[in-house]
Every structure is written in C-alpha cells, then in structure tokens.
C-alpha cells in the first residue's frame, strides 16, 4: 500500500477500535496506532480530520483534559471506560509474541459481584488461557470486593461460565486504582480477608499508563 492507502487503512482500524472499545481518549489512540517523536501531533491532526468529517464525535472529560472519542453516544460513565480501556491497551501491549488477547468483555455479572471487564490470554503454543477479571477502583466507598470475589468462590456461582472449560484455575483479580492510599487499602485487604488465597494482582493506574507509553516509544 501506498502512504495514502495506508492512511485510509488505519483510519478503518482506529474507527473500528472507538467503536468496539466505547470511547477512547488522544493518548490511548496514539498509543495503539502511531509512533515516533511525533505521534501525539500526528495523532491530533488525523482526528481532528476524523471529527471535522463527521466520522467521529468527541468530547472532554474535564476542560482541560484531552479530547475523547467515540461513534454514536457518549458513555454516562466515560471516565471510568477510558480508565477500563487502559487496562485493555495495557493487556495488549504486554503480550509475549506468542500470546493474543483471545478474550475481553465489559461488565460480566455473576450476582454476587458484576466486574468491570473480564480478559482472556491465549498461549498459541500450549492452547492455554490465562483469565483476568478486572476491577478499577475509582470511588471512596469501602473496598468490597475482595470479600465478594471469595464469597463467588466458595459459592461456585461462576460454574457455569464459558471460561471454566479452558482452565482448571480462578481466574486472577487485577485490581487496578487511581491512589495510593487506595492501594495499600486494598492490599491490606487482600491479606486480610482472602481466605480462599485466590490471586490478587493490585496496580495504580498511572504505573500501567506509563507502561503503555513506554511501549509505544
């Protein structure tokens, strides 16, 4: 492909990725689809063409904060998909060259706890999938969750989901939160009421932003 052929091709994708991820923000698309000393002002110039083409709409979260997108309507919890779909692009950016993220799904319900999104990686090798749930913390309230995910243990009320077939394992909790008082709430948590020992992974989400970064450069 010619570089206009490739402009039009990654216009598709990034239309195809706003579309299937809800919302993204400047910076998560820059991360997925540009690269070099200049992919911010890159990127800004190919949405601002996107937007000025009616082929994207976009809004900001904060006055002062970057422009998200998306394709038809706004998410009443925009902030919260945005800081989710870091979490995605984190997972992606991670993969080994013999990995693919085979699985991702907002807000999964299992009755006693509904996560944020459930993730699944796939060992092209062994045919083995490593399942995530994940949670962003983002509020004040009192951390529950660590007492939910062991009371969905104990009550095997996720016996019937898709991904019991593929895994002998409960899947890893990737607790993701914005403080870092937060975080030593939730880790305190965790050694104190998870009395199953399921596998708690807990990360400020900066640190996962910055990872991203890092990747892309």
């Given amino acids: 492909m010619n570089k206009v052929q490739q402009g039009y091709y990654r216009d598709s994708q990034i239309i195809r990725e706003i579309e299937?991820?809800?919302?993204?923000?400047?910076?998560?698309?820059?991360?997925?689809?540009?690269?070099?000393?200049?992919?911010?002002?890159?990127?800004?110039?190919?949405?601002?063409?996107?937007?000025?083409?009616?082929?994207?709409?976009?809004?900001?979260?904060?006055?002062?904060?970057?422009?998200?997108?998306?394709?038809?309507?706004?998410?009443?919890?925009?902030?919260?998909?945005?800081?989710?779909?870091?979490?995605?692009?984190?997972?992606?950016?991670?993969l080994k060259s013999w990995e693919s993220l085979w699985y991702w799904q907002y807000e999964m319900d299992y009755g006693i706890l509904r996560c944020d999104a459930f993730a699944g990686i796939k060992n092209s090798f062994t045919e083995g999938v490593k399942f995530y749930f994940v949670e962003l913390d983002r509020s004040n309230n009192t951390w529950d969750k660590t007492r939910k995910y062991n009371q969905l243990y104990e009550s095997e009320k996720y016996a019937g989901s898709f991904w019991v077939q593929y895994t002998k394992v409960f899947p890893v909790i990737l607790c993701i939160t914005e403080d870092k008082n937060r975080l030593v709430l939730i880790q305190q948590s965790i050694r104190e009421e998870n009395k199953h020992n399921l596998r708690f992974e807990v990360r400020l989400l900066d640190d996962l932003i910055s990872g991203v970064v890092e990747c892309r450069e």
């Fill in 20 to 94: 299937a991820r809800g919302a993204l923000c400047t910076e998560q698309i820059t991360a997925m689809f540009f690269r070099g000393s200049a992919a911010s002002t890159k990127c800004q110039q190919r949405m601002k063409k996107l937007y000025d083409a009616k082929r994207v709409k976009r809004t900001r979260i904060n006055p002062t904060g970057s422009y998200c997108y998306y394709i038809e309507k706004r998410s009443g919890r925009l902030e919260h998909l945005i800081g989710i779909n870091w979490v995605y692009i984190w997972l992606m950016k991670r």
